[in-house]
């Protein structure tokens, strides 16, 4: 960015090569708290929002939120380098994760099913109120989602709170904005990381990769009779389907 597009106010459209290559440049070899690289980390979830197919500014403060408590004035730093939407973005999930890091307590609380669900369900709302730009919480569940791949990938556990907070909260709410692609992989990696559910876990997965290539099988062949039968009664459709995931078994 020139500094005559500063002072004319106008920037660039973001690029997540851009975004990366500055937080590789500032992250060096910090980690988050899981352990994982911040800059591992910052381009997991870039790559992920990529997937979603959502605007350059949010792909680009997906990679660079994580950075900012590093930065001595990140609000400066990222408003003068990438522009004031995408500073904008970081500083509401920065909001976004203090926020989270109350909640994940308050789930974790020893209290009645019944007041604890009620509290669930409020945090949930909580949290989509909070965020009143909804890129913010797609962010927030892309972080969530590479932080269980990378203990996934580094076969290591994650606290225990987060997988529970998890299927409680992020989980639901990725259904609840209709972004399948990361339910079901929240909820597959979370139940994965549920001590109790362990042997489960494992036991289905193993049936599944036995079953895979049948199970795929059986879909193609019910689609195909569906769409068949809908044209045979003159009925303008589109016929898609999918087999289960993990968790929803």
């Given at each position: 960015?020139?500094?005559s ?19 590789r ?6 980690r ?8 591992d ?29 590093h ?8 408003a003068?380098?990438?522009g ?30 019944n ?27 892309a ?34 904005l209709?972004?399948?692609q ?10 994965r990381f ?7 876990y494992k036991?289905?997965?193993k049936l ?26 003159h ?15």
């Amino acid at each position: 960015m020139t500094e005559s597009d500063v002072l004319n106010g106008t920037y660039p459209e973001p690029s997540i090569d851009d975004a990366l290559a500055f937080v590789r440049e500032h992250a060096k070899d910090v980690r988050v708290s899981t352990g994982e690289l911040l800059a591992d980390h910052a381009t997991g979830t870039a790559r992920i929002m990529q997937t979603l197919n959502v605007d350059p500014h949010v792909i680009a403060a997906a990679a660079l939120f994580v950075l900012a408590p590093h930065l001595d004035d990140p609000d400066k730093v990222v408003a003068e380098r990438f522009g004031p939407e995408v500073q904008k973005l970081v500083s509401d999930v920065r909001k976004l994760l203090r926020l989270g890091s109350l909640s994940s307590r308050a789930t974790m609380a020893d209290l009645p099913d019944n007041t604890r669900d009620a509290q669930v369900e409020a945090l949930r709302k909580i949290l989509l109120a909070f965020a009143q730009d909804i890129r913010v919480v797609l962010i927030r569940l892309a972080s969530r989602l590479q932080i269980l791949r990378y203990h996934a990938a580094a076969k290591t556990d994650p606290s225990p709170d987060v997988p529970r907070e998890t299927l409680e909260i992020y989980a639901p709410l990725a259904n609840r904005l209709g972004i399948w692609q990361l339910k079901w992989e929240l909820e597959d990696l979370s139940f994965r990381f549920e001590d109790l559910d362990l042997v489960t876990y494992k036991r289905i997965a193993k049936l599944l990769d036995e079953k895979r290539m049948e199970r795929e099988s059986y879909v193609t062949s019910a689609i195909a009779r569906l769409q068949q039968e809908l044209d045979t009664a003159h009925i303008k459709a589109e016929v898609s389907g999918r087999p289960k995931h993990i968790y929803s078994i």
